[in-house]
C-alpha cells in the first residue's frame, strides 16, 4: 500500500488537498483512467488503473490492475467501451493494491504480465504490443525495492505508481523500502522531468500531477522536515525507538495508519544511521 493520509496534519505546503476526489476517466488521446472502488487508509481514494494505448493499435497496455474481481470487469468494460482488447498487463511494484488484480485480467484476456519483481519488466525500452506505446522503464526504488516509472516520450508523460503524488507523500515502506533510495529516485525523477520536458505524472493514488517538479520538491522537503523532527526528538531525549518516536512526532495519529508510520520512522532511522 501506499499510505497517503498519515501525515495529514503535518503536510508541506507545497501539496495540494484534493477537494473532490480523482474519478478516473480519459486524461489524453492516448490514457484514461479506471480508477478502484477500494478508498483507505492505504489507497487514498482508491487505485488508478491506467490504460494506455496507441490510436494505430486495437490493443492496449493496462497498468496496475487492482484490486481483483469486480474492478477487473470494470477494466476490461472499459477497455471494450473504446474498441480495445488487453495486449498487456503492466506492474509498477509489488504491493497488492497495484498488483491483486493482474493474474486474473491476464487470465481472461490472455494477456502477458510484466512485473519488477519477477524480472519480467526490466529497465529500458518496453513496447510489448504491436504499434503500441513505446515507453521506458526506470528504477524508482524507495516506497519499494522493485518500484518503477514508466516513461512515455510521445506524450511527455509518465507513470509513477506510488513514488510521488499531488496530495501528499508516500510511504517508505520499511524494510522493503529505503530512504536514501528514496532520496536518490525523487533526484532522478528530476532530472528525467527537467532533460525531456515531462509535463504530467500518472500516479497510483489521487489526480495526475500537471507540476511534476512543484510535486518533487514538496516531497522533497516533507521528507527532510520529518527527518529533522526525528533528529529534534532524539536531541530532547526521546528514545531510538519507533513507537517512542512515533508518539513524539506524529501527533494525533489515526490508529489505522500507525504501522505505515512505525514503518516509516525506522526507514528514517536507518537512513541517519547511513548518514
Known amino acids: 500500500g501506499a499510505c497517503l493520509a498519515f501525515i495529514r496534519k503535518g503536510v508541506h505546503m507545497g501539496f495540494i488537498i484534493d477537494e473532490t476526489p480523482y474519478a478516473g476517466g480519459k486524461e489524453s488521446e492516448r490514457v484514461f483512467c479506471v480508477r478502484a472502488n477500494n478508498p483507505?487508509?492505504?489507497?487514498?481514494?482508491?487505485?488508478?488503473?491506467?490504460?494506455?494505448?496507441?490510436?494505430?493499435?486495437?490493443?492496449?497496455i493496462v497498468i496496475d490492475p487492482a484490486p481483483?474481481?469486480?474492478?477487473?470487469?470494470?477494466?476490461?468494460n472499459?477497455?471494450?467501451?473504446?474498441?480495445?482488447?488487453?495486449?498487456?498487463?503492466?506492474?509498477?511494484?509489488?504491493?497488492?493494491?497495484?498488483?491483486?488484480?493482474?493474474?486474473?485480467?491476464?487470465?481472461?484476456?490472455?494477456?502477458?504480465?510484466?512485473?519488477?519483481?519477477?524480472?519480467?519488466?526490466?529497465?529500458?525500452?518496453?513496447?510489448?504490443?504491436?504499434n503500441g506505446p513505446a515507453l521506458r522503464v526506470v528504477p524508482l526504488p524507495g516506497h519499494s525495492s522493485d518500484s518503477v516509472g514508466l516513461v512515455y516520450p510521445a506524450d511527455r508523460s509518465m507513470f509513477?505508481?506510488?513514488?510521488v503524488f499531488k496530495h501528499g507523500p508516500t510511504v517508505v515502506y520499511y524494510p522493503d523500502g529505503n530512504l536514501g533510495d528514496y532520496m536518490a529516485s525523487l533526484d532522478v525523477l528530476e532530472r528525467i522531468v527537467k532533460e525531456e520536458g515531462i509535463r504530467v505524472f500518472y500516479p497510483g493514488h489521487g489526480y495526475p500531477i500537471?507540476?511534476?517538479?512543484?510535486?518533487?520538491?514538496?516531497?522533497?522537503?516533507?521528507?527532510?522536515?520529518?527527518?529533522?523532527?526525528?533528529?529534534?526528538?532524539?536531541?530532547?531525549?526521546?528514545?531510538?525507538?519507533a513507537d517512542a518516536l512515533v508518539d513524539a512526532v506524529y501527533v494525533d495519529i489515526d490508529p489505522a495508519l500507525r504501522e505505515a508510520a512505525l514503518r516509516s520512522v525506522q526507514a528514517q532511522l536507518v537512513y541517519l544511521d547511513e548518514e
Open 78 to 130: 472499459a477497455c471494450i467501451e473504446q474498441g480495445l482488447r488487453v495486449g498487456a498487463v503492466v506492474c509498477t511494484h509489488m504491493h497488492a493494491d497495484h498488483t491483486e488484480g493482474a493474474e486474473e485480467l491476464s487470465d481472461i484476456s490472455g494477456a502477458r504480465v510484466y512485473a519488477p519483481f519477477d524480472g519480467t519488466l526490466l529497465p529500458g525500452e518496453f513496447c510489448s504490443i504491436e
Open 40 to 60: 483507505s487508509p492505504m489507497t487514498y481514494t482508491g487505485t488508478n488503473t491506467w490504460v494506455h494505448a496507441e490510436a494505430a493499435s486495437p490493443e492496449c
Open 210 to 241: 500537471t507540476d511534476p517538479l512543484q510535486a518533487i520538491e514538496a516531497t522533497r522537503q516533507h521528507r527532510l522536515e520529518r527527518l529533522q523532527q526525528i533528529k529534534d526528538a532524539l536531541a530532547a531525549g526521546v528514545a531510538r525507538d
Open 160 to 163: 509513477t505508481g506510488d513514488v
Open 68 to 76: 481483483a474481481g469486480e474492478h477487473v470487469q470494470n477494466v476490461l
